[in-house]
């Protein structure tokens, strides 16, 4: 029987997504990529050289392991081929790469409107045009990358596409044109360079599965930045959902297995929209110096905050999450009292399940419960029973209130950082 798994982000990104899936890489035949394109960061390590993938899936690190970058992912051949170019120098094999010839692609114009919507409406996005990008798949103007097999079709849709873009570009936000000469030659010097990676992912999928294969779909973002179920309009523009893999990479629900999600042991944000559990004063600056949050993609400040588990209930429900990755533990070693949300008041009344509403969310406070820290170097733990007794009755407590078991920890940016936990284990 093959596996098939599905990792996702259970908050709003960066939760350690890249490492998860690079160590269970190891036991997977293929890594599937879905949704999203360059505006996700994963992080991996390579001994002692962290690398940073925005488009290849993060099994790219195991010879061995073929890693596919889906139909609903939205691709920048320049910065694609920049990243392969990135690995291959640090001595990585990249000959495993595959890519669905059904992927859109992302124009130099696509990032010149992300950047020019930002100044109208400020959403905080990575700026790599992923919005526009999406919104000329939608409006079926978009460019896909098997496009690129026909150079002279390839053209002439792209140059109708920029003369639209020109248009929007001029007239409504007062830039200067493109030149759609240079854009095309290009792309197609690009194009030709990607040309040998394409592949039909979905049938290679099935084939894998005839095979009794094991196969990794590795989402990007997280729950709460979900097109249609995030904090809308502070989204991204793809579903980021468990069941985004199915359209994303061509998969039939039925042939699903286990999802896995992972989730901090706190919270972070980075761009606007409403977070209730997020801390403002020192305590916060504390999460992002210990935890290091700063943008894989944009460099900026992530906010943060506490752990919110109305937020985390809202996205295993959604995610259909079998068990949780807890990552950052190590974090919140020196404290010595650790809050997280169990529910939100709203104008005097308790609300147990996420607001859908975003003025709502925006108003609501946490309703916290506090637990002792454990106060001691959890970096060394490699095995559930090495965490302090602390740490384990925290895990826990979430594991009981969301009703979801934990099944990986990780407690150090490194792979040996981490430990499976068996399930059945006594925890306190
Ligand atoms: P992703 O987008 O979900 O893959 O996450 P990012 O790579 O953007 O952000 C996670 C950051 O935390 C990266 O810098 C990781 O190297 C780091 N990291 C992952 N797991 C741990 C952990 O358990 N402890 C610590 N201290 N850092 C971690
Ligand atoms: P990974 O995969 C965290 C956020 C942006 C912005 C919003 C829309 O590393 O977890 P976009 O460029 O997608 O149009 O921006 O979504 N965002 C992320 N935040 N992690 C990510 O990816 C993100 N990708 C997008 O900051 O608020
Ligand atoms: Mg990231």
Same mark, same amino acid.
Request: net charge negative; hydrophobic share 40%; proline share 5%.
């Given at each position: ?19 998860? %899936? ?8 293929? =890594? ?9 960061? &994963?992080? =991996? ?8 993938? *925005?488009?290849?899936?993060?099994? $790219?690190? &195991? ?17 694609? !081929? ?27 114009? *696509? ?26 798949? #939608? ?7 098997? +496009?690129?097999? *026909? ?13 639209? &873009?020109? @248009?929007?570009?001029?007239? =409504?936000?007062?830039? /200067? /044109? ?5 854009? @095309?030659? %290009?792309? !197609? ?7 040998? &990676? ?24 997280? @729950? ?27 998969? @039939? ?13 706190? #919270? ?38 506490? !752990? ?12 259909? $999450? ?49 637990? /002792?820290?454990?106060?001691? +170097? ?17 895990? +826990? ?6 009703? =979801? #078991?934990?099944?990986?920890?990780? $407690?150090? /940016? ?15």
């Amino acid at each position: 029987m093959s596996a098939v798994r599905v990792l996702v982000g259970a908050q709003w990104g960066d939760e350690g997504k890249g490492k998860i %899936t690079d160590l269970l890489a190891l036991e997977s035949d293929l =890594v599937v990529r879905f949704q999203g394109g360059g505006n996700a960061g &994963h992080t =991996v390590f390579k001994g002692d050289v962290p690398l940073k993938l *925005h488009n290849i899936p993060s099994g $790219i690190l &195991h010879r061995g392991t073929l890693c596919a970058l889906g139909n609903g992912m939205v691709i920048d051949p320049g910065a694609l !081929l920049k990243e392969k170019k990135m690995l291959e120098e640090n001595g990585v094999d990249t000959s495993g790469l595959r890519i669905s010839g059904l992927a859109h692609l992302i124009l130099p114009t *696509h990032r010149l409107l992300d950047r020019a919507l930002e100044g109208q409406r400020a959403i905080g996005t990575t700026g790599n045009g992923i919005g526009p990008a999406y919104t000329d798949k #939608s409006a079926r103007l978009g460019l896909r990358l098997l +496009d690129f097999k *026909h150079p002279e079709v390839f053209k002439e849709k792209l140059s109708k596409l920029l003369d639209y &873009h020109n @248009a929007l570009l001029t007239k =409504v936000f007062g830039l /200067p /044109p493109v030149d759609v000469e240079e854009i @095309a030659e %290009t792309l !197609l010097v690009q194009g030709s360079q990607l040309l040998p &990676h394409l592949e039909d992912v979905s049938l290679l999928i099935d084939r894998f599965l005839a095979q009794g294969k094991s196969i990794l779909f590795e989402g990007a973002q997280g @729950a709460l930045l979900d097109l249609d179920f995030g904090t809308y309009p502070f989204v991204t523009s793809s579903s980021t959902l468990a069941g985004g893999a199915c359209s994303g990479a061509g998969i @039939a629900p039925s042939r699903l297995g286990e999802v896995i999600g992972v989730c901090k042991a706190y #919270s972070t944000r980075v761009g606007e929209g409403p977070f209730p559990t997020e801390l403002l004063d020192e305590r916060g600056i504390f999460l992002r110096e210990k935890g290091r949050e700063y943008g894989t993609t944009t460099g900026r400040p992530r906010r943060c905050g506490w !752990l919110d588990l109305v937020a985390l209930r809202y996205a295993v429900r959604l995610d259909g $999450i079998d068990s949780l990755a807890i990552t950052k533990l190590d974090v919140l070693d020196s404290l010595s009292e650790i809050p997280f949300a169990v529910a939100y008041r709203l104008k005097g009344e308790i609300l147990g399940d996420f607001p859908v509403d975003p003025l709502e969310l925006a108003q609501v406070e946490p309703v916290y419960e506090t637990m /002792p820290g454990w106060e001691c +170097d959890t970096s060394g733990a490699r095995s559930f029973e090495e965490l302090p007794r602390a740490a384990r009755a925290y895990l +826990d407590r979430i594991s009981k209130i969301l009703g =979801v #078991s934990i099944s990986l920890v990780s $407690i150090g /940016p490194k792979r040996e950082e981490t430990f499976f936990v068996a399930a059945g284990v006594p925890v306190v």
